[in-house]
């Protein structure tokens, strides 16, 4: 009997060993699969796919705060709804501090220059932060390459190659300083309700079909419709034919550039200035026909336009479009939700986008796009729970959660997530399809990348808003702006 138990008991050990055993080799060929320590249940949250390292511990980073600055727009604020849920999995405080435009630029500066750290998570502006503090972002490679923390959930090669070299890289790629987050692209807006209903008087007035969104909608078919709406739409349906952003602000700066690279022009001519970007430039290119053009071409716009135009930037345009002020404006793509949403009876679902007008040469739409880096300041467990945060945040399941708020955001960064859209939800906006068209070859447009770039932004923008408020000749607009230009080489 008690040599049967003792058998017994030998087979029951062995039978363990083997299960242990089998499970040891099915966990060693699952690594990346294995959950992370948590009492926590992740079905149906953001992390519920998220791929973890084998044994990651999910509250390695309780308690830490990070606080993320970023410029007041819609990506954003959809992004403070989500962070709630990553919290409370994560235990790390995520602290998003959205300010107005030029108190972003400001912030980022003193906390770059003074080295002090306070913003762990840096909205990272390819233009205003990437461009001049790259060296103050901490390489991202170091973070891709750590077995021991979380990884992107997606592939460097699923972000869209212009976005990835624009937002992620300096001058070459050597060094990962971001990573794609949002991908703000403008475009044009108009009501089509007023384009349906006066479709036929239109064509029987001025001969010619007023769809936006093909190559006859030019830019100076666009100022006729705006001047023809004016004088033949009812004020009560619509009251000014277009809206335009001249505000001194980089909106001015935007809108300009579209019609500019419409018209063949551009700021610069040096090689990857628009894409890894440059230290220095050598070929200004502010003196030629094209660009003399499109300053005649933007006073013009302008001229057409709600008078108050000249003090608008992008919020006030979308502000007056909302309130059912005007029939056409450009603006970011992230606007649609709320426009379509419009209180406005006339507005609400009412909205149209397309392409912006064609110039000479083409449709440009400009590229607003920027990512999330970290501050090299921050401590290195800082720098970790803010790479966690970013491996998340632009994760395909929080790319599209973004997409889908009701408030609206910015469109995914990566190839992927569009093949997931729902295609009724991808019906009812729009402006994906019309986006993913700006962001054709020859349609897309992408400013340049300088690392001393900001005065020469002031510069523009200061040149073209004295242009349309003082009614200054572009010639000299274009000579003054090349003697500026010239003494920042």
């Known amino acids: ?16 060993g083997v299960l242990i055993n089998q499970r040891h080799i099915m966990t060693q060929d699952k690594t990346e699969t294995v959950l992370p320590h948590t009492t926590v249940s992740l079905e149906g949250t953001s992390l519920e796919n998220f791929v973890f390292p084998k044994d990651f511990d999910l509250r390695k980073y309780e308690g830490i705060t990070l606080n993320f600055i970023v410029e007041n727009n819609l990506g954003a604020n959809v ?14 405080n995520i602290k998003i501090r959205p300010t107005d435009y030029d108190t972003f630029i400001q912030k980022i500066n003193l906390d770059f220059i003074s080295k002090a750290g306070d913003y762990q998570l840096i909205y990272s502006d390819p233009y205003q932060t990437l461009n001049r503090f790259h060296n103050d972002l901490e390489p991202l490679e170091n973070f891709i390459q750590n077995p021991d923390l979380p990884s992107l959930q997606v592939g460097l090669d699923d972000f869209f190659e212009n976005q990835l070299k624009v937002c992620s890289y300096f001058e070459s790629s050597d060094h990962l300083y971001a990573i794609p987050f949002d991908s703000t692209t403008m475009i044009l807006y108009y009501r089509k309700d007023v384009f349906n209903d006066f479709k036929t008087q239109f064509y029987n007035s001025m001969g010619y079909d007023w769809t936006p969104g093909g190559p006859d909608f030019t830019w100076d078919r666009y100022i006729e419709i705006a001047k023809w709406i004016d004088t033949y739409v009812p004020n009560e349906i619509v009251k000014y034919g277009s809206g335009q952003m001249a505000q001194a602000h980089n909106a001015i700066f935007c809108e300009f ?3 500019l690279a ?9 090689d990857n200035i628009s894409t890894y970007g440059l230290s220095s430039f050598y070929k200004i290119d502010v003196m030629s026909d094209a660009f003399i053009k499109s300053l005649y071409d933007y006073k013009n716009v302008i001229a057409a336009a709600a008078p108050d135009s000249v003090n608008w930037n992008w919020e006030d345009s979308a502000d007056a479009f909302n309130k059912g002020e005007i029939a056409m404006m450009v603006n970011w793509d992230e606007n649609y939700a709320t426009l379509n949403a419009s209180n406005n009876f006339r507005v609400r679902n009412n909205v149209g986008t397309a392409i912006l007008p064609y110039g000479t040469e083409r449709s440009a739409n400009i590229f607003g796009g920027s990512g999330i880096g970290i501050n090299r300041y921050a401590s290195q467990e800082e720098k970790e729970a803010a790479w966690f945060f970013i491996a998340w945040a632009t994760s395909k399941e929080m790319q599209l959660r973004i997409l889908t708020e009701p408030t609206g955001g910015a469109l995914p960064t990566i190839k992927s997530a569009y093949d997931a859209i729902d295609p009724d939800f991808r019906a ?3 402006q994906i399809d019309t986006v993913l068209e700006a962001w054709q070859p020859e349609n897309i447009y992408l400013r340049p990348k300088l690392a001393n770039f900001y005065p020469i932004e002031q510069a523009i923008i200061e040149a073209l808003h004295n242009m349309v408020t003082e009614d200054l000749k572009p010639e000299d607009v274009a000579l003054e702006l090349y003697k500026k230009i010239n003494e920042e080489r």
């Open 428 to 430: 009812s906006h729009p």
């Open 79 to 92: 992004l403070s709804l989500e962070t709630e849920e990553f919290t409370k999995l994560t235990g790390i």
């Open 257 to 259: 550039s579209n019609i």
């Open 262 to 270: 419409s018209n063949g022009g551009d700021y610069f001519r040096d």
């Open 1 to 16: 009997m008690k040599k049967t138990f003792i058998v017994l008991m030998l087979i029951v050990v062995v039978l363990v």
